[in-house]
DNA sequence: AGCACGCCGACT
DNA sequence: GTCGGCGTGCTC
């Protein structure tokens, strides 16, 4: 055939494949109506009809002309956006994401679009022409659910089942369906709406010829409000571009009639301005602090490290002054029209650090983390979308729509929270940044102070640059480390409680110089669990395998897993014995006791029960900052980029326990969270304490922590890495099934079991049961995969793994089991 | 995630 | 008999 056409031919796509917010497995393909084909592109939202009745936004993520084969694909029924709110990289990302991770395409779409851009619908029924005629003939259920018809106009699913006071409520819908009576209504909910304000403004010709203004005030000679109203306007109007209709009200001290009837005169017009929920920076900003020279040399060689390679890790001891490093980094990539992206661990976002940057770069920073709300995070997405220089995220940053990204900095890249554990996609934030950034050209730099060990040894392998920062910024000291024996304490009978003397006599000596003290044990609640002395009893969730803990201040016992609630045991169930004893102890006992030992400080306790609230966490923080608070013992929470000038002594209760995890990466953890929390003494003033009480001093990481040896400690934890087989010379894949009937989950395993071991039997290990074999009524057992690095079964295996769990799920019985794949399961 | 359909035990 | 709960399969 000719290639060129005689009439003009519709040109545009014919297929849609669309992504749906639902957790399936694959896209759907959908075809484009003649009237939808110019309009429809790839990265917007489509409105399409799933299923019987059900409508959602899905996303185009592939357009063609070829009509797929065994399909009959329903039409699109419009396009939702204007433009596309993703580009094709970020299409591309997603797509590796889901071929490393193992997971589907829908689970990553959930995670990536904020909520305000899943839209479903929900269905209504609505009253037909004929309901008022034949309501007086229905009884029983049909009966009940027409009667509140006739009050409400409208009824959802929900609402019926309230009314019925049952699950089922098809049958009676279809009845009344059948008897013509009732209509289904699907709309999608648009659960984004831009926020407006009410604005006034001159109407023309006014507006564009202010001389004649003259006339308006003649026209109001006898209006004194009304002259008042527009004196007020012209005097706003100087300040601002828009004129809101509340500022006039405020300053004229008048009302809408007024401001109607001037409408009405032709003097003013009023309108809707969209405006951005995002608070904008409203106070000064400041030059950034001077370059310290170590900071110039470091800074010097990451340039040169990028000019080879994407990814550069910067290894600076606490209190160094990395976040003046990024902060070069940033604006200089700002200048050239670029955008960056400042990855965190969640925690660490809602504080000093956000302020701290936002001073230098006022509002060309956003940020995007969980305390956002719906709207907020889509108005985010926008401003990204547009080309936002610099977004502050947590790491479901990582998916938004950046439109020139050059610079990822991930800050605190050892931190565990960059990985998402539950539900899928299960990815490392720090992980994937490396491959977006490889994809978009863009680079990488990784800042800690305590390398995560596949990090160093990458750098170590050259795979990254590696830059050093040895030294604090402004030559101040690292806190000088103290370990507090507690073995030989406890045998000298000085213990208090859980404090050494040692403890004790530094945070007094601190409180007397006015310095502030920081606690560190990592566990929440009173004490871990319950025991009866006698017959060794103790009280587990009904939910989970774990004992409940102890919570004092709420007066209850609970899970830590699941959340469930139970009263204090008075005696035990099992032998009666009333003598039952508190087992270890968390943060609730440490602040308790603090208040006998030195009942003149002003101890506050920081952790997940205390900053539940939307500011609780702010302010604790902020009362730490003007010396409000003498103590702050905390979990985990405590160790994460706080920065506060006054901290003379930091403790840690028990050392040990970090060490305690069922974990190839226990070591590291602990190395971390020592150094970690060490770095939050004396950052401004000399001579920060730290004390590290433990019962087996001797450990080698508590020396290695203890030393500031991170050397040391590299080496000896990746030669233990190496003959054990973990990561970074293998790779780890757990999978882990879950059922909440026992036989069913040991059958099904038995069965996955089998299907993997046909082909990759020499890399599986297990089944075995988890740490916790059993949470939130669901019995768990899992497989570990370790393969060598690099090998290139990896691909295979991991679509093997995928699909033998979808042939087990088809099995007799197994349609409810649960597997998640967690590859790298750091 | 819905929604339909089929199976099965509990009750009018 | 039939109502309602639950497991299973399918949706372009």
């Not at 050059?406 to 990985?419: A, G, Q, T």
């Amino acid at each position: 055939l000719p290639s060129h056409s005689y009439h003009p031919t519709l040109t545009g796509h014919r297929f849609a494949t669309v992504l749906l917010p639902l957790a399936i497995q694959k896209p759907y393909t959908y075809s484009v109506p003649p009237e939808w084909q110019k309009e429809i592109s790839f990265g917007k939202r489509v409105e399409v009809q799933f299923g019987r009745n059900k409508i959602y936004a899905g996303l185009v993520i592939e357009l063609s002309e070829e009509k797929p084969e065994g399909l009959q694909p329903k039409p699109v029924l419009s396009v939702i956006d204007k433009d596309p709110i993703l580009h094709p990289a970020q299409i591309k990302f997603w797509h590796w994401i889901a071929r490393y991770y193992a997971c589907t395409m829908g689970e990553i779409m959930a995670a990536a679009l904020p909520a305000g851009l899943k839209l479903s619908s929900e269905t209504l029924i609505v009253p037909s022409p004929f309901f008022e005629d034949h309501i007086g003939l229905l009884k029983g259920k049909e009966f009940l659910v027409a009667e509140a018809l006739e009050n409400r106009e409208e009824l959802s699913l929900e609402d019926i089942q309230k009314i019925l006071g049952q699950k089922t409520v098809y049958p009676v819908i279809h009845s009344l369906l059948e008897k013509k009576l009732i209509f289904l209504k699907e709309e999608l909910k648009r659960s984004y709406k831009p926020k407006k304000v009410s604005c006034v403004r001159l109407q023309e010709p006014f507006r564009s010829q202010p001389e004649l203004l003259e006339e308006a005030f003649d026209m109001l000679s006898r209006a004194t409000r009304q002259v008042e109203a527009l004196m007020a306007f012209l005097q706003l109007e100087k300040k601002d571009k828009h004129v809101r209709k509340s500022a006039v009200y405020q300053k004229a001290q008048v009302n809408s009639s007024i401001l109607k009837a001037m409408e009405k005169k032709g003097i003013f017009e009023l309108y809707e301005l969209e405006i951005s929920r995002l608070g904008g920076y409203e106070d000064e900003l400041t030059e950034a602090p001077e370059l310290s020279e170590q900071q110039i040399r470091a800074l010097d060689e990451i340039k040169g490290c990028f000019s080879e390679k994407n990814v550069c890790l910067l290894h600076g001891v606490t209190g160094s002054g990395k976040t003046r490093i990024y902060m070069e980094l940033i604006r200089e990539c700002i200048e050239r029209g670029e955008q960056a992206l400042y990855l965190l661990p969640e925690i660490a976002l809602t504080t000093q650090l956000v302020n701290r940057l936002q001073r230098i770069f006022g509002d060309d920073i956003s940020v995007y983390h969980s305390r956002l709300n719906n709207s907020e995070r889509v108005e985010v997405w926008q401003e990204v979308a547009k080309g936002k220089p610099l977004i502050m995220g947590a790491r479901s940053g990582l998916f938004l729509p950046f439109k020139k990204l050059k610079l990822i900095i991930v800050d605190e890249e050892h931190d565990p929270s960059f990985k998402q554990y539950d539900p899928a996609p299960r990815y490392h934030a720090r992980d994937s940044a490396i491959y977006l950034a490889t994809q978009l050209g863009a680079k990488v730099l990784l800042g800690t102070a305590t390398p995560s060990l596949e990090s160093y040894y990458n750098a170590k392998h050259k795979k990254y640059g590696l830059v050093e920062m040895p030294e604090r910024f402004g030559g101040i000291d690292l806190p000088e480390m103290i370990i507090a024996d507690k073995r030989k304490e406890a045998k000298d009978r000085k213990m208090q409680s859980h404090f050494t003397s040692l403890l004790i006599e530094a945070m007094q000596e601190a409180l007397n110089k006015q310095e502030q003290v920081i606690l560190f044990q990592n566990r929440r609640g009173y004490a871990p669990s319950i025991n009866c002395n006698v017959c060794g009893w103790n009280q587990q969730c009904i939910n989970c395998d774990v004992s409940l803990t102890y919570h004092k201040h709420s007066q209850n016992m609970r899970c830590h897993y699941c959340g469930y609630q139970s009263a204090i045991p008075s005696e035990c169930p099992a032998c009666g014995n009333q003598a039952l004893h508190l087992q270890g102890f968390g943060t609730e006992k440490v602040e308790d006791e603090l208040k006998i030992y030195l009942p003149e400080a002003r101890i506050a306790r920081m952790d997940f029960d205390t900053v539940r609230g939307k500011q609780a966490y702010a302010k604790l923080i902020h009362d730490f900052e003007e010396r409000r608070i003498d103590i702050l013992v905390g979990t985990q929470m405590v160790t994460k980029g706080l920065d506060f000038d006054n901290v003379g002594i930091v403790g840690i209760l028990s050392a040990d326990h970090l060490l305690q995890f069922p974990d190839f990466r226990a070591s590291e953890r602990a190395f971390q969270l020592i150094t970690q929390v060490a770095g939050r003494a004396g950052r401004k003033n000399k001579g920060g304490k730290v004390i590290i009480q433990a019962f087996n001093p001797e450990h080698p990481v508590i020396q290695e922590a203890f030393h500031y040896n991170f050397q040391r400690f590299y080496r000896r934890e990746i030669m233990e890495r190496q003959s054990f087989h973990y990561p970074p010379f293998n790779r780890v894949i757990t999978v882990t099934l879950k059922h909440k009937k026992p036989e069913v989950l040991n059958r099904a395993m038995q069965y996955y079991h089998h299907l993997v071991t046909q082909n990759w039997k020499p890399y599986v290990i297990g089944p075995s049961l988890p740490p916790i074999p059993r949470i939130r009524t669901y019995y768990l057992l899992q497989i570990l995969i370790k393969l060598p690095a690099n090998n290139q079964l990896l691909g295979p295996v991991k679509k093997h793994l995928q699909e033998a769990a979808v042939k087990t799920r088809a099995e007799d019985g197994c349609s409810q089991l649960r597997v998640s794949i967690d590859v790298d399961p750091y």
